[in-house]
């Protein structure tokens, strides 16, 4: 496929990506869970982190809420960039590389499915919503007068209900950053593009923790799902192309005429009728050349 041949209509896949989100959206919300079991998997993923001396969301949340020129502005990343750089990335890769795209949107779906499932088997209360006494600082509430959102997650005001705040394990948020960055990298052609593809995921994964929205555990299991959901739509295209028929196998019901066995070996065996190999001993009466007088004359 070339660079400028679309991989399928235009509407067929933003239909699919509708179906994507509204199962992403849809699946939050039934995952909602139990809110004391999810307390219990917040505190425990805590109580990990800090066992290993990797809980990094402490630090960087108390950065952010003593820094407004830091925690506004990573509010903000956190409450649009995510819905937004997304299908950029997806559009991009429709117009400009398109050999890649279906591979790549396989791969979204994947590993989305399988964050909607983490979000189903482990409910986890992000560090925000811990009792204060555990020491996070809910940004996003802290900085409300500053953007759209309320005290209830990137949600608008008023429309916290529809969003499940619970949905912390995996960080799809990190998930989707790195599958930007990725793709980016691999095929930007511009040093800056390149340069995006570094940066997007390491910023995203920097505010999700010093927002309080999600545990330096949840980044990790993000990119995990990532990692799986790569090797999922691999296997699942190496599977659908080995059944579909390749080119240049399919049977002739007429074969043509079989090649000598010695043909492009040097042999210089003349061809008769029906292009069937023969030798000079084997010629048709009508086809052997017609002896000179002396030969004639020797033969007698």
Not at 76 to 87: C, G, K, M, N, R
Not at 144 to 155: D, K, L, V
Not at 273 to 285: F, I, K, Y
Request: charged residues 15%; aromatic residues 10%.
């Amino acid at each position: 496929m070339t660079d400028r041949q679309k991989p399928t209509r235009w509407w067929a896949e933003l239909l699919l990506l509708g179906l994507l989100y509204g199962a992403y959206t849809g699946g939050r919300l039934l995952a909602r869970g139990d809110v004391h079991l999810a307390v219990d998997h917040g505190l425990a993923i805590l109580r990990a982190e800090e066992l290993l001396g990797i809980d990094f969301e402490r630090p960087l949340n108390r950065l952010f809420t003593r820094h407004g020129p830091l925690g506004v502005p990573a509010d903000f990343v956190y409450a649009s960039l995510h819905y937004l750089v997304t299908p950029a990335v997806l559009v991009w890769l429709y117009l400009r590389r398109p050999a890649h795209y279906r591979a790549a949107r396989s791969w979204l779906i994947a590993s989305t499915l399988l964050g909607l499932a983490g979000f189903s088997l482990m409910p986890t209360c992000p560090p925000r919503l811990l009792d204060a006494a555990y020491g996070f600082t809910d940004t996003m509430a802290q900085y409300s007068a500053y953007g759209w959102w309320g005290a209830e997650a990137s949600a608008p005001r008023g429309m916290g209900g529809l969003t499940n705040q619970y949905a912390a394990m995996p960080s799809l948020h990190v998930g989707w950053a790195l599958w930007c960055g990725i793709l980016l990298w691999r095929h930007g052609r511009r040093p800056l593009v390149r340069a995006l593809g570094i940066a997007y995921p390491a910023l995203t994964a920097l505010v999700v923790m010093g927002t309080a929205n999600h545990y330096f555990l949840d980044a990790a299991a993000g990119a995990a799902v990532m990692g799986a959901g790569y090797l999922i739509a691999g296997a699942l295209s190496r599977r659908t192309a080995h059944r579909l028929p390749r080119p240049g196998r399919s049977r002739s019901p007429h074969p043509g005429p079989r090649p000598s066995p010695t043909a492009g070996f040097g042999s210089t065996t003349p061809i008769v009728s029906g292009g069937w190999d023969t030798s000079a001993r084997e010629l048709l009466p009508s086809q052997r050349p017609a002896p000179d007088d002396d030969t004639a004359a020797a033969a007698r």
